[in-house]
């Protein structure tokens, strides 16, 4: 059962992923499909030499950077997951990570866009994203950064 203290207790994302439930089924969540979705969008180097997230270990660091945090921080995060997952039907009928490459492109556009409940999912999400992706030399090139200097 929903209160409102719950609500209040996980945050936004409570918020979010309880109005996103009631519109959506309640089935289980992929987390690593949706994260490998999202990171593929948001990190895609383009014409750049730098490797889309998918073939980096960028998912993986994200996942554990995630299960770092404190138990109610977890549950927020996940419930932006299914958020981000889940908001994407009543836009395209189809869940976010099913979607192809312009209608996601299209769906986060529309949360970087919108109310302020879908940008700060958004901004979220791409926050720990970028502190998987951005831990790994292989993207580094790209940015020209020559690394940490403690390490020479």
Known sequence: MWTRRRLFQLGLAGAVTSLVLGTAPVVGLDERAV??????????????TAPVPSQTHAVDLTLELVDGLAPVTRLQVRGLLR???????????SRFSTLAAAE???WLLDLAEGPYPG???LHALKQLGAMGHYQQPSTWTALTYPGPLLDR
């Open 35 to 48: 994260l490998t979705a999202l990171l593929d969008r948001l990190f895609d180097p383009g014409e750049m």
């Open 83 to 93: 958020a981000l997952e889940f908001g994407a039907l009543g836009r395209f009928g």
């Open 104 to 106: 996601q492109d299209a």
């Open 119 to 121: 940008r700060v999912l």
